[in-house]
Each structure stands twice: as C-alpha cells, then as structure tokens.
C-alpha cells in the first residue's frame, strides 16, 4: 500500500522558492534549517495556507480542492502557534478535527496516546503551553490521517514527552503507513528518528536524503554555522564550507 503526496513546483511569494517535492506513505521525513530557512514556510504551502502558486495533490486528488470533511481525512496540519486561547473543554478541541459524522471514541483513543484522559473536561485555555501542544496535536492526529505536516510538534514538550510523541508518529509512518513530515530544531531528535532528512536554507531545499550522511556532511558549518566536537554541537570555528551534497536520496512518489 502506498500512497503519496506531491507537490509540483509550489511556492509561496516572497516566502519560498518554486519546489517539487513528493512523500510517501510509511516515512517520517524531518524537516530542518536555521530560523527564517523557510520550513514553516515549505509546511504552508503543502497545506495551501497563504495562496501558494502550484498545485499539492494527494493520492491524485487536488489538496484544494476537497471537501472539509475528505481533506480531514487525507491529511492534517498543525501549526507552530500554540495561542489556543479558547474557552473549549480538551475534550472539544481535539474534536474538532474530526470529519462529520465520524465516530467520536476516537476522541478518547487520542487524548489517551498524549496522557491527555486526565485533563478531557479541563478547558484548553486553562492548561500549560506544553499541555496545550498536546491538545493541539491530539487535534491533528484523531482522524488518523493519511499525511501529516506538523510544525515544530516537540516545541514546548517536556523530555520524556518528546520522546513519546516521536516514538508515536515513528509507529504511524511505519506500521500504519502514514506519511509524516515535521519540522524541528532538535538535530539529535532529527537524527534519532527520522527516516529522510530535508535541510532548508535561504527559502529553498538545500538538501534532501539520509539523515546520518547529512547531519554529517558539509551543510552543518555551512548553513547552519556549527559542528560536532566530542559528541556536542559547538559553533564552527573554521572558513564556512560549501555544502558538497544536493539533493540527493529523494524518495520519488510511489
Ligand atoms: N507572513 C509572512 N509574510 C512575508 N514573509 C514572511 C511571512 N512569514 C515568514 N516570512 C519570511 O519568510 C522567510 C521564511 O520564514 P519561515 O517562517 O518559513 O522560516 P522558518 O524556517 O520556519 O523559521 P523559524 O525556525 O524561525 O520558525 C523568512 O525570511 C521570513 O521573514
């Protein structure tokens, strides 16, 4: 079974440069880049937030051009805002990203995943930031939809819970064959789970393929103006390289 995604040469003005891209079902591909690289930018586009130029399409239907209710089922999106500032139980919220008529155990299922069952009636606006992300991502994840596009979902989680909430959507893309694609900042937590690696700089794909061989590679001082001494990232201290690796290792659609 595979199904995939791709988007043919979608941009998004002054934001992001044209790019292709396809991902496919049963991958968790880590999305990185220095701030203002363009990641929520890319992740904007692939959901048609912002008017992007091109066209996404999943499974060969057109991403904008679906009902509410398929586009729910096909695919969700969390975005880096955690403002949440709604007077809605957790119960409700995570609701809310179910297509109609759908059966609402999910609801229980989901806030159970992300430790949530206890905090079900509590209002979201009443809860901590990290508390809060985890409502928000229990929204994105309780139609089990076949794409995920997710900002910076381990943003404001504590240790343990990133651990888990990696560990979680690694389950999905490889035993429920969902395509995930996320954008972070951890580049050990990149390099730990993640299946293909995109690196972003100057609004535009820098780098695309496995993850050890990049996270090693030239793009580290070049883009991101670091390397790894002694098993830690420390700032370079040397002539910035040019990156030497293209985008190579591309998964092309299935
Ligand atoms: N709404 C917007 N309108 C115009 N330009 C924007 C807008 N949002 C972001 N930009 C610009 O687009 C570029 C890419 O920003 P983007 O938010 O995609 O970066 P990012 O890699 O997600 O950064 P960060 O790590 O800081 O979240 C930046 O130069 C930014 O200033």
């Not at 937030?49 to 586009?71: A, C, F, K, M, Y």
Request: proline residues 7%.
């Amino acid at each position: 079974m595979t199904y995939s995604l791709i988007a043919e040469a979608v941009a998004l003005p002054n934001r992001l440069m044209p790019t292709d891209l396809a991902l496919e079902s049963g991958a968790l591909v880590c999305l990185i880049g220095p701030n203002g690289s363009g990641k929520t930018s890319l992740l904007h586009a692939l959901a048609g937030i912002g008017q992007p130029t091109g066209s996404v399409t999943i499974e060969g239907e057109v991403l904008n051009r679906l009902h509410p209710d398929e586009r729910r089922r096909l695919f969700a999106f969390l975005p880096a805002s955690r403002d949440a500032n709604w007077p809605l139980s957790v119960a409700h919220v995570a609701a809310l990203g179910l297509p109609s008529g759908a059966a609402p155990d999910a609801v229980d299922k989901v806030l159970d995943q992300l430790g949530l069952a206890d905090l079900a009636t509590r209002r979201i606006d009443h809860l901590s930031t990290g508390e809060r992300s985890r409502v928000l991502i229990a929204r994105a994840l309780v139609a089990n939809p076949k794409l995920l596009l997710l900002d910076e979902p381990v943003a404001n989680l504590d240790p343990l819970w990133q651990l888990r909430l990696m560990d979680h959507l690694r389950r999905l893309a490889h035993e429920e064959k969902r395509a995930i694609l996320l954008a972070v900042h951890d580049l050990d937590l990149a390099g730990l789970y993640a299946d293909r690696l995109i690196i972003m700089n100057n609004r535009q794909i820098a780098a695309d393929g496995d993850p050890a061989t990049l996270l090693a590679g030239s793009h580290m001082p070049a883009i991101f103006g670091i390397e790894r001494k002694d098993g830690s990232w420390r700032p370079f201290a040397g002539e910035a390289p040019t990156p030497s690796i293209g985008r190579s290792g591309r998964f092309q659609a299935g």
